[in-house]
């Protein structure tokens, strides 16, 4: 019968192996079964164990022995506690055993299906292979499985928790590129969820197996080769980062991967089933959020303008922005789809909106399963993350109905619900499921079509994916659109071509015919339209209403309200009595020695520590080496009650490495003794040890309830520093946890076992787990030492045996310094739970106030230092008013009358003035000649017919020219720049030159062509100055002489002045409508400046009168004045001018130094309080900023209009124009507002020869401009120099749909007629259409009533214009206003890396043989990220100084690692001398590290480093601090500190001209700034195209950097550019410009929409090096021979002043007979060598000699000044020849102020 039974099991088991085999079932079916069947048997065996264990542990008549029970203890029965998740080893077991199978599978899928697939996709890789596919030994674990009970029968669902750590190698080849690459290791982890659906009753049970990740995995390959593979045509556009979104998001929620078992099943249907439901989410509004946006610096704390962000899995969601509000109503409505319950979470984040970047104000998360239960859950939400604020939500459960009976109840409700959101709520959601399609017709030419449809409900349009190469295509795609009234809607179905131009056919399906289907569905074959005769397509579509029964709701809310219950805790009497004991730990004295040596005969030291046992506690101080007198100074706390009988032990140990640890001493104290004393500070003898002592600090802190006490509290513990790190609580929280209530139950239905955790900051409780209930009572107390209330935050979480998390509350400490006493006792909600569930606790705060903060007198005696020093707290504003206040000299009456002030700005106590001051004039006395200087302009327009001299083939063909002009007026000249081979150049170039009328005689022009070698002469031309001048403005062609042929066609003017104010205006709109090639803008004004004196200047620091200089500064020009002799009252009498490009925005400022480096003063002159004055003069004395109060300057100002007579050379729109203009049919006109003019930019212009200035145009009243034509006649119309006296009629420039001037244009084809030339940075605004946007028209046309009375006319507004524009917005073409950038633009940062130095480096270079060490030759290796940096070699040194920096942009990733590799340069393998690495999150969070870092993997060696994060400002008034810190910064690596951050965001470009062919441009944009270049993609055809790409680039000087920004056609064809100063940002709000720009070189209406934002690095290092506190360099040798000081500056030429010596080193008796001599270098023939004269028997000469070299600013740059102080030696003298030598950079020398100071003198080491 055994032998029956035996063979029975074997048949079975064998059987459907046979049957497998003969239906030819797969073969992963088989490895399923046996697998399922296996979990199957492994659990039934378990649990029938677990239960007999507990029947033998229970059953009273059977025996239990000790081996019995302990072996129940360890079989427990599920019913015990069993988690939810559960660990299933044997599937492991069965998938390591099973993985080489599964390998062969994968093999054979790769190779038979994959690789064709890819080589069919593309014709570049049709040559792929793979040459080979080990899936490894590591096989994929399930670290365990949940299975879900509460959902549909008809499925199986669970959550499978893998973890893969695989060695996978997979090499594959493209052979027809050589190119080989492949995987190296794969890391997947995650949850994953799988879902066995449709259970059938047949083999395999299971009909699919679908399979997704709810959130997003954790998924890391290792590539091999992957940069040859990319270089493949057609794959090239990917990335590796690319690469892992595409496969991490290819098993993400919504995506699924569906496997079906058996045939014939809907997998489109299993893929996308229809989702669990629909949540209506209803943000209503938010309460108490955090103010993030201050003023006036920070002193005043504003509001905030918040937005929320709402996520759920891919779907995301931004309501609008409220501004300045902490509590906003959003009153907004959203719906989102719910595929997976439980698992999805509602995310909501809150944030401030600013211009640069948002700022954080919480978050808050949900699990939809709790909203799925309850239906409605409608809750304040406490945000996290944040010190305030929670938001107000109501969500809802939209179920899925099959039948359309309740449909019209539902659009009855939704006609309730309100929403300030543009989507109206939806009645239904509509699945459509695309199958496929049939017999579709072919392309032309007979080929076969690649289909893809194009789905579309209303105004929301889907794609499926593209079927290739068939007219037969099968697509299993499903689509979900939300449905807001079926009756009304349609879906359309157009069936395309991939290039999605050709129609294979098109569908129409209403929604109203889904209505009266049964249950909702339609599942049919559609012929399709516009297609073949036998075309169609099937399509499922399934239509479901959205319902939510309310009166359920309602009922349901209704009985989850329970009984009243109490309203406070009922705490034990002893509850917040304990106190807090600080034990300070100073020192030790005279203690035992415990160390012997030579084996006890000498005594040596100990290495003590001290143990601390209290209440216990016991604390551990740390091991000080080798010291009978050790010193601790460590604190530790403890928290106690003071009940009697307690003790504090201590005992002093000696550590010791292999034995036990020697005892040298204990101490016992009672602690009712420190209570009494309070506090105990004294030395303690040691017991039990022959002698030590020891040195404490005890203290029972008092507690107080009153909050004004906390900040003695934080001053005090801001100032204690200890050595073990420990920071002095600043109060003691107790709290009591009594009860909770309404918890949710499991997702089994049961009542949670429930138990609280307690945590603030790194200190954590735990409460006892209560039987099962949902209204535990733990009634237990808690206390937490608090380091500081105003940012602690306590958190109780409340879990069922602690894995499944059933609710928490966050309590912020400084709730409670707002509560009576301090004290909160209530019923809290709790988040993360049921909206019922509370939580009834006592949270009682008690503030340590230590004995120090009880006296006024200590507390008073250290008082907070202020931030900054008051003087620089001062506005800007406010400095620069008294700058300009006028101050009268003290008992003298005059005619000039100062401002009137009120009382309190005036000096309480007069200055004591002598009396000789009665004596000072009221005015200055100028020279006669002052102001009677002119201004020279010359227009260097165009030339013809020159003289052709490059000849071809040897000078048989004759070639062109590459002419240039070079201009010569007195001692100045200009040069322009090269046209190249063009015998008819044109330049269009501009220079303005201030002269005295009798200065030069003649204007010298000569033009040459540019060779390699010797340039050609191709002309010259004399004018008479004297006819210039007699004419003021002469236009015409002038003959070059001593050629044979050529004419030269300038523009000469001798600008007229005025001193009347209106001239101002016209003058601006003279310059604004002139542009020209080199850049140059017309210079509007004319600034005169005498600076006579100065009276009652403070002394120098010596006691000593200053010897004092003045320094004049406006914009990038400055000048100074001679240096008077010692005085206070010092007199210069020099004149001084500056041309102004924009009066109004100009400002002077005026420095007085003593010797040019002691400052005694300045002045700040804004321009435009000139404008003010009579006849534009000012003459009367200044008040000096930063001086005595007595300290004055006398100076004379006068301003002179520049009045060009260009607008009176250019004819006016004629009538006959303006007509035609008005004449245009209306949809083709629109006009334009300005709302925003852009300024020109500024350019270089030559200030009488002296220096160069830079001030931007103003182009407020130009409206539109165009280019002229290159037609030779229009060229020289359009360039004739000269503005227009436009009226506001003329301003009002109509554009048509493309921003197209049809009247200027029709005005640039007539041949008299002249066009307005524009500048290339004009601000293009785009099209508005509405009526707001006309009213903003007639605004700007007609301004208000106080500009008419300024000289600008008021021109009433016409009816008809505004009629013909509101015809013109139903055509127009209509383009978005600014940028919409990612929310991350903006947001990279800078890390700048200072190398310093290092020490104690390991020695690698051996010396004979390795028997001597030698030396090191080290440099270092900087990576972060993908950027390696490289510091230059140190010869022979261990100690090396590199002193180099480092900067580079990247986003804020606290991961990511900086590190740093040290190597010896050897000739041929570097040898390794350490590493280190340091978290880019931690440098963020200190935003400034200085340290000594210790190297890794080597014996010894540290590296100095500092490391900051560059805080970023968008405070214009912060660049010229970091532009002075940033010069006072020099390094070896010749690096420049940048200035600010720019980044720029490219969004589209329209109107583009088309190519020569006539196509349309493939347009891509190149953005170059300085040495840093980007590209962007290069887009399809289009005219618009449109990148939306973010770049970044480091800005050394906004005030002079440019930005161009070049379109081309494929690289390779110039379609327009864009120059953009970045000095134009400075006077923008936020430094952000966000609007259209006009194009150079290409069409009038051609446009590019960018965003620009500069940020300014605000660097603390430049801060604390300008304070004299900048890092250390250890290993600087400081000089031993001397200093000598040396002033640089450059005006006209070069001047090195040699002043003195000091502190020279000899060891001569006699003295030193010493001189200098200097050279600036390279100078191989030593012209340049200069010396001073001998200074005899003197160690601290003194020499004040000057000298000067004729070079420019560029060259002198260029140069390193080498100075040596020499002995002048006679013959026989021994003494060495140089004393000390110094060599200057000049490139680093600022010779716009100058330099003056000390250097140290260096030994001559040669």
Same mark, same amino acid.
């Given at each position: 019968?055994?032998?029956?039974?035996?063979?029975?099991?074997?048949?079975?088991?064998?059987?459907?192996?046979?049957?497998?085999?003969?239906?030819?079932?797969?073969?992963?079916?088989?490895?399923?079964?046996? *697998?399922?069947?296996?979990?199957?048997?492994?659990?039934?065996?378990?649990?029938?164990?677990?239960?007999?264990?507990?029947?033998?542990?229970?059953?009273?008549?059977?025996?239990?022995?000790?081996?019995?029970?302990?072996?129940?203890?360890?079989?427990?029965?599920?019913?015990?506690?069993?988690?939810?998740?559960?660990?299933?080893?044997?599937?492991?077991?069965?998938?390591?055993?099973?993985?080489?199978?599964?390998?062969?599978?994968?093999?054979?899928?790769?190779?038979?299906?994959?690789?064709?697939?890819?080589?069919?996709?593309?014709?570049?890789?049709?040559?792929?292979?793979?040459?080979?596919?080990?899936?490894?030994?590591?096989?994929?674990?399930?670290?365990?499985?949940?299975?879900?009970? =509460?959902?549909?029968?008809?499925?199986?669902?669970?959550?499978?928790?893998?973890?893969?750590?695989?060695?996978?190698?997979?090499?594959?080849?493209?052979?027809?590129?050589?190119?080989?690459?492949?995987?190296?290791?794969?890391?997947?982890?995650?949850?994953?969820?799988?879902?066995?659906?449709?259970?059938?009753?047949?083999?395999?049970?299971?009909?699919?197996?679908?399979?997704?990740?709810?959130?997003?995995?954790?998924?890391?390959?290792?590539?091999?080769?992957?940069?040859?593979?990319?270089?493949?045509?057609?794959?090239?556009?990917?990335?590796?980062?690319?690469?892992?979104?595409?496969?991490?998001?290819?098993?993400?929620?919504?995506?699924?991967?569906?496997?079906?078992?058996?045939?014939?099943?809907?997998?489109?249907?299993?893929?996308?089933?229809?989702?669990?439901?629909?949540?209506?989410?209803?943000?209503?509004?938010?309460?108490?959020?955090?103010?993030?946006?201050?003023?006036?610096?920070?002193?005043?704390?504003?509001?905030?303008?918040?937005?929320?962000?709402?996520?759920?899995?891919?779907?995301?969601?931004?309501?609008?922005?409220?501004?300045?509000?902490?509590?906003? /109503?959003? #009153?907004?409505?959203?719906?989102?789809?719910?595929?997976?319950?439980?698992?999805?979470?509602?995310?909501?984040?809150?944030?401030?909106?600013?211009?640069?970047?948002?700022?954080?104000?919480?978050?808050?998360?949900?699990?939809?399963?709790?909203?799925?239960?309850?239906?409605?859950?409608?809750?304040?939400?406490?945000?996290?993350?944040?010190?305030?604020?929670?938001?107000?939500?109501?969500?809802?459960?939209?179920?899925?109905?099959?039948?359309?009976?309740?449909? %019209?109840?539902?659009?009855?409700?939704?006609?309730?619900?309100?929403?300030?959101?543009?989507?109206?709520?939806?009645?239904?959601?509509?699945? !459509?499921?695309?199958?496929?399609?049939?017999?579709?017709?072919?392309?032309?030419?007979?080929?076969?079509?690649?289909?893809?449809?194009?789905?579309?409900?209303?105004?929301?349009?889907? %794609?499926?994916?593209?079927?290739?190469?068939?007219?037969?295509?099968?697509? %299993?795609?499903?689509?979900?659109?939300?449905?807001?009234?079926?009756?009304?809607?349609?879906?359309?179905?157009?069936?395309?071509?991939?290039?999605?131009?050709?129609?294979?056919?098109?569908?129409?399906?209403?929604?109203?015919?889904?209505?009266?289907?049964?249950?909702?569905?339609?599942?049919?074959?559609?012929?399709?339209?516009?297609?073949?005769?036998?075309?169609?397509?099937?399509?499922?579509?399934?239509?479901?209403?959205?319902?939510?029964?309310?009166?359920?709701?309602?009922?349901?809310?209704?009985?989850?309200?329970?009984?009243?219950?109490?309203?406070?805790?009922?705490?034990?009497?002893?509850?917040?009595?304990?106190?807090?004991?600080?034990?300070?730990?100073?020192?030790?004295?005279?203690?035992?020695?415990?160390?012997?040596?030579?084996?006890?005969?000498?005594?040596?030291?100990?290495?003590?520590?001290?143990?601390?046992?209290?209440?216990?506690?016991?604390?551990?101080?740390?091991?000080?080496?080798?010291?009978?007198?050790? @010193?601790?100074?460590?604190?530790?706390?403890?928290?106690?009650?003071?009940?009697?009988?307690?003790?504090?032990?201590?005992?002093?140990?000696?550590?010791?490495?292999?034995?036990?640890?020697?005892?040298?001493?204990?101490?016992?104290?009672?602690?009712?003794?420190?209570?009494?004393?309070?506090?105990?500070?004294?030395?303690?003898?040691?017991?039990?040890?022959?002698?030590?002592?020891?040195?404490?600090?005890?203290?029972?802190?008092?507690?107080?309830?009153?909050?004004?006490?906390?900040?003695?509290?934080?001053?005090?513990?801001?100032?204690?520093?200890?050595?073990?790190?420990?920071?002095?609580?600043?109060? +003691?929280?107790?709290?009591?946890?009594?009860?909770?209530?309404?918890?949710?139950?499991?997702?089994?239905?049961?009542?949670?076992?429930?138990?609280?955790?307690?945590?603030?900051?790194?200190?954590?409780?735990?409460?006892?787990?209560?039987?099962?209930?949902?209204?535990?009572?733990?009634?237990?107390?808690?206390?937490?030492?608090?380091?500081?209330?105003?940012?602690?935050?306590?958190? !109780?979480?409340?879990?069922?045996?602690?894995?499944?998390?059933?609710?928490?509350?966050?309590?912020?400490?400084?709730?409670?310094?707002?509560?009576?006493?301090? +004290?909160?006792?209530?019923?809290?909600?709790?988040?993360?739970?049921?909206?019922?569930?509370?939580?009834?606790?006592?949270?009682?705060?008690?503030?340590?106030?230590?004995?120090?903060?009880?006296?006024?007198?200590?507390?008073?005696?250290?008082?907070?230092?202020?931030?900054?020093?008051?003087?620089?707290?001062?506005?800007?504003?406010?400095?620069?008013?008294?700058?300009?206040?006028?101050?009268?000299?003290?008992?003298?009456?005059?005619?000039?009358?100062?401002? %009137?002030?009120?009382?309190?700005?005036?000096?309480?106590?007069?200055?004591?003035?002598?009396?000789?001051?009665?004596?000072?004039?009221?005015? @200055?006395?100028?020279?006669?000649?002052?102001?009677?200087?002119?201004?020279?302009?010359?227009?260097?327009?165009?030339?013809?017919?020159?003289?052709?001299?490059?000849?071809?083939?040897?000078?048989?063909?004759?070639?062109?020219?590459?002419?240039?002009?070079?201009?010569?007026?007195?001692?100045?000249?200009?040069?322009?720049?090269?046209?190249?081979?063009?015998?008819?150049?044109?330049?269009?170039?501009?220079?303005?030159?201030?002269?005295?009328?009798?200065?030069?005689?003649?204007?010298?022009? =000569?033009?040459?062509?540019?060779?390699?070698?010797?340039?050609?002469?191709?002309?010259?031309?004399?004018?008479?100055?004297?006819?210039?001048?007699?004419?003021?403005?002469?236009?015409?062609?002038?003959?070059?002489?001593?050629?044979?042929?050529?004419?030269?066609?300038?523009?000469?003017?001798?600008?007229?002045?005025?001193?009347?104010?209106?001239?101002?205006?016209?003058?601006?709109?003279?310059?604004?409508?002139?542009?020209?090639?080199?850049?140059?803008?017309?210079?509007?004004?004319?600034?005169?400046?005498?600076?006579?004196?100065?009276?009652?200047?403070?002394?120098?620091?010596?006691?000593?009168?200053?010897?004092?200089?003045?320094?004049?500064?406006?914009?990038?020009?400055?000048?100074?004045?001679?240096?008077?002799?010692?005085?206070?009252?010092?007199?210069?009498?020099?004149?001084?001018?500056?041309? +102004?490009?924009?009066?109004?925005?100009?400002?002077?400022?005026?420095?007085?130094?003593?010797?040019?480096?002691?400052?005694?003063?300045?002045?700040?002159?804004?321009?435009?309080?000139?404008?003010?004055?009579?006849?534009?003069?000012?003459?009367?004395?200044?008040?000096?900023?930063?001086?005595?109060?007595?300290?004055?300057?006398?100076?004379?100002?006068?301003?002179?209009?520049?009045?060009?007579?260009?607008?009176?050379?250019?004819?006016?729109?004629?009538?006959?124009?303006?007509?035609?203009?008005?004449?245009?049919?209306?949809?083709?006109?629109?006009?334009?507002?300005?709302?925003?003019? *852009?300024?020109?930019?500024?350019?270089?212009?030559?200030?009488?020869?002296?220096?160069?200035?830079?001030?931007?145009?103003?182009?407020?009243?130009?409206?539109?401009?165009?280019?002229?034509?290159?037609?030779?006649?229009?060229?020289?119309?359009?360039?004739?120099?000269?503005?227009?006296?436009?009226?506001?009629?003329?301003?009002?420039?109509?554009?048509?749909?493309?921003?197209?001037?049809?009247?200027?244009?029709?005005?640039?084809?007539?041949?008299?007629?002249?066009?307005?030339?524009?500048?290339?940075?004009?601000?293009?605004?785009?099209?508005?259409?509405?009526?707001?946007?006309?009213?903003?028209?007639?605004?700007?046309?007609?301004?208000?009533?106080?500009?008419? =009375?300024?000289?600008?006319?008021?021109?009433?507004?016409?009816?008809?214009?505004?009629?013909?524009?509101?015809?013109?917005?139903?055509?127009?073409?209509?383009?978005?206003?600014?940028?919409?950038?990612?929310?991350?633009?903006?947001?990279?940062?800078?890390?700048?890396?200072?190398?310093?130095?290092?020490?104690?480096?390991?020695?690698?270079?051996?010396?004979?043989?390795?028997?001597?060490?030698?030396?090191?030759?080290?440099?270092?290796?900087?990576?972060?990220?993908?950027?390696?940096? /490289?510091?230059?070699?140190?010869?022979?040194?261990?100690?090396?100084?590199?002193?180099?920096?480092?900067?580079?942009?990247?986003?804020?990733?606290?991961?990511?690692?900086? /590190?740093?590799?040290? $190597?010896?340069?050897?000739?041929?393998?570097?040898?390794?001398?350490?590493?280190?690495?340091?978290?880019?999150?931690?440098?963020?969070?200190?935003?400034?590290?200085?340290?000594?870092?210790?190297?890794?993997?080597?014996?010894?060696?540290?590296?100095?480093?500092?490391?900051?994060?560059?805080?970023?400002?968008?405070?214009?008034?912060?660049?010229?601090?970091?532009?002075?810190?940033?010069?006072?910064?020099?390094?070896?690596?010749?690096?420049?500190?940048?200035?600010?951050?720019?980044?720029?965001?490219?969004?589209?470009?329209?109107?583009?001209?088309?190519?020569?062919?006539?196509?349309?441009?493939?347009?891509?944009?190149? +953005?170059?700034?300085?040495?840093?270049? $980007?590209?962007?993609? *290069?887009?399809?055809?289009?005219?618009?195209?449109?990148?939306?790409?973010?770049?970044?680039?480091? !800005?050394?000087?906004?005030?002079?950097?440019?930005?161009?920004?070049?379109?081309?056609?494929?690289?390779?064809?110039?379609?327009?550019?864009?120059?953009?100063?970045?000095?134009?940002?400075?006077?923008?709000?936020?430094?952000?410009?966000?609007?259209?720009?006009?194009?150079?070189?290409?069409?009038?209406?051609?446009?590019?929409?960018?965003?620009?934002?500069?940020?300014?690095?605000?660097?603390? *290092?430049?801060?604390?090096?300008?304070?004299?506190?900048?890092?250390?360099?250890?290993?600087?040798?400081?000089?031993?021979? #001397?200093?000598?000081?040396?002033?640089?500056?450059?005006?006209?030429?070069?001047?090195?002043?040699?002043?003195?010596?000091? #502190?020279?080193?000899?060891?001569?008796?006699?003295?030193?007979?010493?001189?200098?001599?200097?050279?600036?270098?390279?100078?191989?023939?030593?012209?340049?060598?200069?010396?001073?004269?001998?200074?005899?028997?003197?160690?601290?000469?003194?020499?004040?000699?000057?000298?000067?070299?004729?070079?420019?600013?560029?060259?002198?740059?260029?140069?390193?000044?080498?100075?040596?102080?020499?002995?002048?030696?006679?013959?026989?003298?021994?003494?060495?020849?140089?004393?000390?030598?110094?060599?200057?950079?000049?490139?680093?020398?600022?010779?716009?102020?100058?330099?003056?100071?000390?250097?140290?003198?260096?030994?001559?080491?040669?």
């Amino acid at each position: 019968m055994s032998i029956l039974w035996t063979f029975g099991k074997c048949l079975t088991a064998l059987l459907p192996v046979y049957f497998a085999g003969y239906y030819r079932v797969s073969t992963s079916l088989v490895v399923f079964g046996l *697998m399922v069947y296996s979990g199957w048997k492994h659990t039934r065996e378990s649990k029938e164990a677990r239960l007999k264990s507990a029947i033998r542990l229970l059953s009273p008549d059977q025996e239990c022995s000790p081996s019995s029970i302990s072996k129940s203890k360890r079989d427990l029965p599920a019913w015990v506690n069993f988690p939810d998740v559960e660990k299933v080893e044997w599937l492991n077991k069965v998938i390591q055993q099973a993985w080489p199978y599964i390998g062969q599978y994968l093999e054979k899928l790769l190779t038979e299906t994959i690789a064709p697939s890819i080589r069919a996709s593309s014709a570049h890789l049709q040559t792929l292979a793979f040459t080979k596919i080990d899936f490894g030994d590591k096989a994929m674990k399930v670290v365990g499985v949940k299975a879900h009970t =509460e959902n549909d029968k008809g499925q199986v669902l669970l959550d499978v928790y893998i973890s893969y750590v695989g060695n996978v190698e997979i090499n594959v080849e493209v052979k027809r590129y050589f190119c080989k690459a492949g995987v190296k290791g794969i890391q997947l982890q995650g949850m994953m969820r799988v879902i066995l659906e449709p259970l059938i009753g047949d083999v395999p049970i299971v009909g699919a197996v679908t399979m997704f990740f709810i959130r997003r995995p954790k998924l890391d390959i290792n590539w091999t080769g992957l940069t040859n593979l990319l270089d493949i045509p057609g794959l090239n556009v990917m990335s590796d980062s690319m690469i892992m979104d595409a496969i991490a998001s290819f098993l993400v929620l919504p995506n699924r991967l569906t496997v079906p078992l058996v045939p014939d099943l809907p997998v489109a249907q299993l893929r996308s089933p229809l989702p669990r439901g629909v949540v209506r989410i209803h943000l209503i509004e938010a309460d108490e959020l955090a103010a993030k946006d201050n003023y006036v610096k920070g002193v005043m704390a504003g509001l905030s303008d918040p937005y929320a962000l709402i996520r759920v899995g891919p779907q995301t969601f931004k309501s609008h922005h409220k501004d300045n509000t902490a509590s906003p /109503k959003w #009153g907004e409505m959203y719906e989102v789809i719910i595929h997976e319950v439980p698992g999805q979470e509602l995310e909501v984040e809150v944030y401030d909106k600013d211009p640069d970047k948002d700022d954080f104000l919480g978050r808050t998360k949900m699990d939809l399963g709790i909203v799925r239960k309850c239906k409605v859950v409608d809750e304040w939400l406490t945000l996290k993350n944040t010190e305030t604020g929670r938001v107000h939500l109501r969500l809802e459960w939209l179920a899925l109905q099959e039948s359309a009976e309740k449909l %019209e109840q539902v659009l009855k409700r939704n006609e309730t619900v309100f929403s300030k959101t543009a989507d109206p709520p939806s009645a239904a959601i509509l699945a !459509v499921y695309l199958d496929k399609a049939e017999a579709l017709p072919m392309k032309k030419g007979n080929k076969e079509p690649s289909p893809m449809v194009q789905l579309s409900v209303q105004d929301k349009t889907r %794609e499926s994916r593209t079927s290739w190469n068939t007219i037969n295509p099968v697509w %299993e795609d499903a689509f979900t659109f939300f449905i807001q009234d079926p009756h009304k809607q349609d879906i359309d179905i157009q069936v395309k071509d991939n290039d999605r131009v050709q129609t294979l056919g098109s569908l129409s399906i209403p929604l109203s015919r889904l209505l009266e289907c049964p249950q909702l569905s339609l599942d049919h074959w559609f012929q399709l339209k516009q297609s073949g005769p036998a075309s169609r397509m099937h399509v499922n579509t399934v239509l479901r209403v959205l319902w939510m029964d309310e009166d359920a709701v309602a009922s349901s809310m209704e009985a989850q309200k329970g009984a009243q219950q109490a309203l406070h805790t009922s705490p034990d009497p002893s509850f917040a009595t304990e106190g807090v004991l600080r034990i300070h730990l100073l020192e030790a004295q005279n203690l035992v020695p415990k160390d012997n040596l030579m084996g006890g005969m000498v005594k040596g030291k100990s290495d003590p520590y001290v143990t601390i046992n209290v209440g216990g506690t016991t604390f551990k101080s740390h091991v000080i080496k080798e010291n009978l007198n050790p @010193t601790w100074n460590e604190m530790y706390e403890v928290v106690l009650t003071d009940l009697p009988g307690q003790d504090i032990s201590l005992e002093v140990l000696d550590k010791d490495m292999d034995m036990k640890d020697d005892f040298m001493g204990r101490l016992k104290i009672n602690l009712n003794d420190i209570i009494k004393s309070q506090h105990t500070d004294m030395w303690f003898t040691l017991n039990g040890v022959k002698h030590g002592r020891i040195h404490l600090g005890l203290e029972w802190l008092p507690t107080e309830t009153q909050p004004e006490k906390l900040q003695q509290v934080l001053h005090y513990q801001s100032k204690s520093a200890y050595l073990n790190k420990a920071i002095p609580a600043a109060a +003691l929280l107790f709290v009591y946890l009594e009860a909770a209530r309404d918890l949710p139950f499991k997702k089994s239905g049961k009542e949670p076992k429930v138990g609280a955790e307690l945590l603030l900051g790194g200190t954590g409780y735990k409460t006892t787990v209560c039987e099962r209930t949902s209204s535990p009572q733990w009634n237990e107390a808690f206390h937490f030492l608090v380091l500081d209330p105003r940012k602690e935050e306590l958190m !109780v979480k409340l879990s069922h045996c602690w894995d499944f998390s059933l609710g928490y509350v966050v309590i912020p400490m400084k709730e409670l310094l707002s509560q009576p006493d301090l +004290l909160l006792d209530q019923w809290l909600s709790l988040d993360g739970a049921s909206p019922q569930s509370q939580i009834l606790l006592r949270a009682q705060l008690k503030v340590l106030c230590p004995k120090v903060t009880e006296s006024p007198k200590e507390y008073t005696e250290m008082p907070a230092l202020p931030k900054t020093p008051v003087k620089e707290t001062k506005p800007e504003k406010e400095s620069v008013q008294k700058s300009t206040e006028t101050a009268v000299p003290v008992t003298i009456t005059s005619s000039v009358t100062a401002p %009137e002030k009120k009382e309190s700005e005036i000096p309480s106590k007069a200055p004591d003035v002598p009396s000789l001051v009665d004596l000072r004039p009221l005015n @200055t006395s100028p020279d006669p000649n002052f102001g009677t200087e002119g201004v020279l302009r010359i227009h260097l327009l165009e030339a013809q017919d020159l003289v052709p001299k490059d000849n071809l083939m040897g000078g048989m063909v004759k070639g062109k020219s590459d002419p240039y002009v070079k201009i010569s007026i007195g001692g100045t000249s200009f040069k322009s720049h090269v046209i190249k081979e063009n015998l008819n150049p044109t330049w269009n170039e501009m220079y303005e030159l201030v002269l005295v009328s009798a200065s030069a005689s003649e204007v010298l022009v =000569e033009v040459y062509d540019k060779d390699i070698d010797k340039d050609d002469f191709l002309g010259r031309l004399h004018i008479s100055l004297s006819e210039i001048i007699q004419a003021q403005y002469t236009d015409q062609w002038f003959t070059l002489n001593n050629v044979k042929h050529g004419r030269l066609h300038l523009v000469l003017e001798w600008l007229t002045k005025s001193t009347q104010a209106d001239k101002l205006q016209q003058a601006l709109q003279t310059q604004s409508i002139n542009s020209y090639q080199n850049k140059a803008s017309p210079a509007a004004a004319l600034l005169f400046l005498l600076v006579e004196r100065a009276h009652a200047l403070p002394m120098v620091k010596g006691g000593k009168e200053p010897k004092a200089g003045a320094e004049l500064v406006l914009g990038d020009t400055s000048y100074k004045t001679k240096v008077c002799d010692r005085s206070t009252s010092p007199e210069w009498h020099e004149a001084f001018h500056f041309l +102004l490009h924009d009066p109004r925005e100009d400002t002077l400022i005026i420095k007085l130094f003593s010797g040019w480096d002691q400052a005694l003063g300045s002045v700040v002159l804004p321009i435009r309080e000139l404008l003010s004055k009579p006849d534009l003069l000012m003459d009367q004395w200044q008040t000096l900023d930063g001086a005595l109060p007595e300290s004055q300057i006398l100076l004379r100002a006068n301003l002179k209009i520049l009045v060009s007579k260009m607008d009176r050379k250019i004819e006016k729109p004629t009538e006959k124009h303006a007509e035609q203009s008005l004449e245009k049919p209306a949809e083709e006109i629109m006009e334009r507002p300005s709302e925003k003019p *852009m300024e020109k930019p500024a350019v270089d212009t030559f200030v009488g020869g002296r220096s160069e200035g830079r001030a931007p145009a103003n182009v407020e009243q130009l409206k539109q401009e165009v280019k002229p034509t290159p037609r030779l006649d229009e060229l020289i119309a359009s360039t004739v120099p000269g503005g227009v006296s436009i009226s506001e009629e003329t301003h009002r420039v109509p554009v048509t749909d493309v921003n197209r001037d049809s009247s200027l244009e029709d005005l640039s084809k007539e041949p008299h007629s002249v066009p307005i030339v524009g500048g290339a940075s004009k601000v293009m605004e785009p099209i508005k259409t509405t009526k707001s946007a006309a009213d903003n028209e007639q605004h700007h046309l007609n301004p208000p009533d106080e500009h008419s =009375e300024k000289g600008q006319p008021k021109v009433p507004a016409s009816q008809p214009v505004a009629e013909k524009k509101t015809e013109v917005a139903n055509s127009a073409y209509f383009l978005p206003q600014h940028t919409s950038p990612d929310p991350s633009f903006g947001t990279h940062g800078v890390l700048r890396v200072h190398l310093l130095e290092a020490q104690n480096l390991v020695a690698m270079d051996s010396l004979m043989g390795g028997m001597v060490k030698g030396k090191s030759d080290p440099y270092v290796k900087i990576s972060i990220g993908g950027t390696t940096f /490289k510091s230059h070699v140190i010869k022979e040194n261990l100690n090396p100084t590199w002193n180099e920096m480092y900067e580079m942009i990247l986003s804020p990733d606290p991961n990511l690692e900086v /590190k740093f590799e040290l $190597y010896d340069k050897d000739i041929d393998s570097d040898d390794f001398l350490g590493r280190l690495k340091v978290k880019l999150g931690e440098i963020i969070s200190s935003q400034y590290k200085d340290e000594w870092l210790a190297l890794n993997d080597v014996k010894h060696g540290r590296l100095h480093l500092v490391l900051e994060w560059l805080p970023t400002v968008t405070q214009n008034d912060k660049l010229q601090q970091v532009l002075q810190m940033q010069s006072a910064q020099s390094y070896q690596n010749k690096a420049s500190p940048s200035a600010s951050l720019l980044s720029i965001f490219i969004d589209r470009a329209h109107a583009l001209p088309l190519k020569k062919s006539g196509k349309e441009p493939k347009a891509g944009a190149e +953005l170059v700034l300085g040495e840093s270049s $980007y590209k962007t993609k *290069m887009c399809d055809r289009s005219t618009s195209p449109q990148w939306r790409e973010v770049f970044n680039f480091l !800005v050394h000087d906004p005030r002079k950097d440019i930005l161009v920004i070049k379109l081309s056609s494929g690289w390779d064809q110039p379609v327009g550019s864009l120059v953009l100063p970045m000095r134009d940002l400075l006077s923008q709000p936020d430094l952000l410009l966000d609007q259209w720009w006009s194009l150079d070189g290409a069409s009038p209406e051609s446009q590019i929409l960018l965003r620009a934002q500069l940020k300014v690095l605000n660097s603390k *290092m430049a801060a604390l090096m300008a304070l004299g506190t900048g890092p250390i360099l250890s290993n600087k040798q400081v000089a031993t021979t #001397g200093q000598i000081r040396i002033s640089l500056s450059h005006q006209k030429k070069l001047i090195v002043a040699i002043y003195a010596c000091r #502190g020279l080193v000899t060891s001569s008796k006699e003295g030193l007979d010493t001189y200098v001599s200097f050279i600036l270098l390279p100078d191989k023939s030593k012209i340049t060598k200069r010396k001073t004269a001998v200074k005899k028997k003197d160690l601290n000469p003194e020499f004040n000699e000057r000298f000067e070299f004729d070079m420019s600013v560029e060259d002198a740059r260029q140069r390193v000044l080498s100075v040596c102080v020499k002995h002048s030696s006679s013959f026989m003298s021994r003494d060495k020849d140089v004393i000390g030598q110094v060599q200057i950079d000049l490139a680093q020398v600022d010779f716009l102020s100058g330099v003056t100071e000390w250097f140290d003198l260096k030994e001559d080491n040669n």
